[in-house]
Structure formats: C-alpha cells, structure tokens
C-alpha cells in the first residue's frame, strides 16, 4: 500500500474512562473493541510494528508504568486487557490530543523508515481525526479501519472519517480488508 | 531569582554509561555526584519540582520503565541509585540530544507555570549546553551550577559554561550557593 | 472575551485560485468576502493585530513579496484586493495547512501576549478547522465567525464549526457580533 | 560528500548591524565577506540551491521585501550587497537563534531531498553553532568553512568550531577546498 514500511499505531486505549463523556463513549469502544484487537494481533504475526501512543492524564512520571497499571487497575480494565501491550510493542505518551504534538513520534517513524500508518483507537471524530491530520501534513500516508475507531458522537465521526479521505487522501476500510 | 516557578532538570544521568566516550566521561561524573545528590535533595525539601530528562537509548517501550531499570542493572548503578527519582519525580524521555527536542518538556514547563530551569547532569558540553541553548530560545531562565555537571572534554565544557554566561544569560555557579 | 489580547487571524486570502478545487471554493469565498472585510476593518479601528498566514504555494523567496504581487496579478484579484494588507498588518507564510506547523506563528503570539484569535478565511472544513485545532491544543481561545469563512463541502463545513464549538471550545458566532 | 543533495545556508547576513556587539562583529564580518562571496557564487554555478535563513529583526511583515530592503538602506549596505539574493535563492525568516526554531526549513529541505548543509555566514559561536545543533539532532551532514563565518567572540567561535567538528560530525574545511 506505501513503498516504505507499514505500523499501526493505537491511539488512547488504555485508559481509565473516568472522563465526563465515558458514557457516549463507551458503547462504541465496547463495539469497536474486538476489530481493535484483530487488527493488532494481525500486525503482530506480520511482524508490523505496533505503537501505542497514549495520554497520559497529567502523569509524567514514565517511568513507573503508571498510565498502563492504572488503567489496569480501573473499573473498566476489561477494555484495556484484550489490547495490551506485549514485550515489542512500542509506547509514545502524549500530553494533548495529536499523537504528534509535542511527542518523539515523527522521530520514531523516521528512524524506522515507516511512512504509512493505520490508526485505530479513540476519539474518530477529535484524536483520531487530528492525527490524521498531523500525519497528513507530514506526507504519511495514512489508513483508518472504520471499525476499529470509536466515537462520541455519530454524526461527527462520520464527518470526520469523510474528511480523512477526501481531504487527507486516507484510505478508510474494514479492518479485516487491511493487508499487511 | 525569577518571577515565576523554578525546577531542576537532571539530564541523562540514568544511565548505563556504555558508550564510546564513557572513558573520558566517568571521573567527572564521580566528581560531580555528590553535587547533584546535595542539590536534588535541597530541591525536593522545598517542594522544586525535580524533572529527570532522559535519553531513551532507543528504547520506545515507556510502559516498561526499562531505562531506569536498564541503569539499575548495569555495571555502574553506583551513579545512578544516589540520584533515583522518588515518587514525586516528573520524568521525560527524550530520544536525541536536548530536553526540548521532540519532547512535552516545554508543554510541561508551561502547565506547571515554570520559566527557570536549573540543570543539572551531563554532558556539559553537549546535552547541558544545547539544552541551555533551547531552553534560551523559549524565554526560559537558567541556572547552571558548575560543579554538578559533568564533562568529556574540559576545553570544551569551560567553553560551553563560558557561551552559557555570556550569550544565553545563564547563571553559573556553584550549586551549594543556588536558593530554592 | 479574553483575560490577554486579541488578534484577527487571515488565513490563505492571499490568493491565486488557481488550485484544483476552486470551482467549489468560489461562490462560497465571494460570499464570505463583504463579512471578512468588515472584520478586518474593525479590527484595524480597534488597534486589534490582523496576522495574515498564508500558503507560500511552494514560493520560498519571500523577499520579493511574491505571494501578494503574484494574487494581485491573478486573474481573482477582486477577491484579494478588499482584504489586501496596511503597513500595520503581520504576515506569517505557511507551507502546509495548519497556521501553526513549521510557522513562527505561536512565538510571534506569545510575544505580542494573544491568548484569543478570531480565525476568518478559508477553507472551514481544512485550514481553518485544523488551525482551530492547532490553537485549542496550545491553549490558546478561538473565535470562528461563520459567516467570514469560506468551504468547499457545505456538509463538512458544517460538521468542521460543530467540532470547533463542541470538542475546542470555540465561538462559533456571527462576524458582526464579534467585540473587540 | 553525502547520498542526498546539498545546499549552502546563509545565516543572518542580511543585517543592519545596530546590535550591540556590532563592534566586536564587524572586523571578523569584513574578513569573511569574500569567502562567503565566492562560496555563494560558486554554489549557484553548480545549480546548488542558496537558502538564505535570517532574523527578522521584529519585523512581521514578510510580504514588503522589508528585511532585505532595511539592511540595503542602512551604514553597513556595503557588507549586504555583495551576498544579495538572487532570482532563484530561497529565504527563509527565523525570529530566533537557530535557523530550525519555528521556522519551515526543515520542511523545506525534506522537500528538496537536501540532507547535507554547508553554513555560512554569522555568529560563529551562536547561530551557526545553534544551527549546526539542530542539523545534527536531525540527523542532516554539516560543512563549515571556517574563513566565511563571523565570530564575536574568537576563543568562543574557535571552540564552537572544535564542538561542531568533534559532537556534530561536522567537516570544517577552508571555503575554497569545499566542492559541489
């Protein structure tokens, strides 16, 4: 699909849903969850690489894991189990919504000559989006599985996701459809 | 000293010391311990945020905290563990030379209403002096206390102090003599 | 609106029309252009900064003011000439879409202490939305004036200022409303 | 000298040399004008692409050609003339030290596939040496003659040179043995 290499990048799923629009959110995470977790598997045995790039929820301190362990030890860790990150898996923290606002992963995409990423994760219509974006002006190309992205609202996804292909060139697909 | 909030900065001190110049770098680092211990220490009894800017050593796997751990394992965990951060220790990863390079530094600094830096660690001529230069560069103040960095080449580092002081404002000097 | 100042932001007015999409673009930037003018006007009288950010449109010597001369010899320069720039007017030249990415736009309104801009121009559902986005992730406040922007999708515009107004914070508003 | 392009960066030789160390500045400026002469000439021979990067001076307002204009309408025109850009140089307006710092030239250079900088111009010990940083944290070659740039301080710039040369991989040359 790119000339160079491929990586999916999971954006803010592990996470402790305490935020005030957990309750719009939820049913759609709940839904987009198992597509989420066949895709990452599937990047797995072909060896793509796999970045997670997470908020951190005003925790800056990386190195106790605590972002990971506290969404594990949260009411909702049953969201956070199925997608967790093994011994390969890269980690990027995140302070604001793009996952290259202030972050080393442009740095890390170069170093390791990746130039298409496949977003999946949270907010389709607010992070997920705006990566879209800050991939897009970095000339990545870019491709998001519509079922492996959750929203807030319906109708802003959807405008959203109509906004990543006509106007970032993304190539929006079913999860399964994606070919590593 | 300023008008704002002030931290100190510990840059690259946990570490494994594997690479080329460890030679060279070793007997200052040993010399300049006890300096930053004595200084980390002050800061913390007066509630200065302490903020540890690490490189990765292309580790992207934050989740882990494998730097800390790589350090704590290694040959010379004597450098490190007098220095370890405590529970209140922020903790940025940075992947190439400065602080402020592809890292939430400067978010971070602006969140917590902080426009001095003191920094602290090594290498004074390079990670220190071009980390001084960016913190320059964004307004911020800085305090460099000449015996609790440590150098590869004396020319070099007397140099560096010396651009520090002269062309970026800094203040040197000794670190017993810095008030929180 | 605001505890700081305020600025009017211009974005890609400056302008050859010459781009794939401007069949669609047109009719709505004729429209939008009495209402940007106005505010700009305004602006002017109240001492209100008006920062021009533009495309370079892949022109790098602009030492020769060649964006401006280049839209005013164009065959649109009616839609260029009611919003030319005074001499007190700030010009900021972009190479990709956001006002913000690789642009010294965020030193310039730190310096000039503008916490709140007033985005007019074009495109709602790109530029202008992602600048949105650019200026919520710094912190900065956003005022859209919705009939001072021009679209290209009417459906996308209209999704882009209800992603400003419900996940950025932003006043959505017409431009005659705007107090500076 | 490198797999990718090249290209020779003029750094702040557009001036009107009102600074206060211009007294220092001047004679080294004098010194170096006709190496930096003969460089640029023999690069546009060779169809290598001459980007001039340089303060702005405070000025914002990139669309009146002010910046070059000032320094031609100044005392010290006779130090400008000779370096004037031509038709085909590219100019790039910085605010601060480093011709990297919120400015497009990294983009720009992407674009121009150019991974190898030569850097002229001044002041050795602090834009080129900040500059240079911020090639080499980017992972771009770096060439400095050291006869076509211009020091304030001369123990300062001879240790700049020594840290570009030793910490940055830098080759520092005579301008005349630099081949294109």
Redesign the interface.
């Known amino acids: 699909m790119s000339n160079g290499r491929s990586a999916v990048v999971v954006i803010d799923m592990?996470n402790t849903y305490e935020h005030g629009d957990a309750d719009l959110l939820l049913p759609s995470v709940e839904k987009a969850l198992p597509a989420m977790g066949r895709l990452i598997h599937r990047a797995r045995e072909h060896g793509v690489p796999v970045?997670?790039v997470n908020d951190n929820f005003g925790q800056?301190?990386?190195?106790?894991?605590e972002?990971?362990e506290s969404a594990l030890a949260g009411a909702r860790a049953d969201l956070v189990e199925p997608l967790r990150?093994d011994?390969d898996?890269?980690?990027?923290?995140?302070?604001?919504?793009?996952i290259f606002?202030?972050?080393?992963l442009?740095?890390?995409l170069s170093q390791l000559d990746i130039d298409h990423i496949t977003l999946c994760g949270q907010v389709t219509?607010?992070c997920v989006?705006?990566s879209a974006?800050d991939a897009?002006?970095r000339h990545l190309q870019i491709t998001v599985p519509e079922d492996a992205v959750a929203h807030i609202?319906a109708?802003?996804a959807e405008?959203?996701l109509?906004?990543m292909r006509?106007?970032m060139g993304a190539t929006i697909q079913h999860s399964d459809a994606i070919q590593f």
Chains 1, 2, 3, 4 share one sequence.
């Open positions: 592990i970045i997670y800056w301190r990386s190195h106790h894991g972002i990971l990150p011994g898996s890269l980690f990027v923290v995140k302070a604001r919504h793009s606002f202030e972050t080393p442009a740095y890390l219509e607010q989006l705006y974006l897009h002006i609202h109708d802003l405008a959203a109509k906004m006509t106007n």
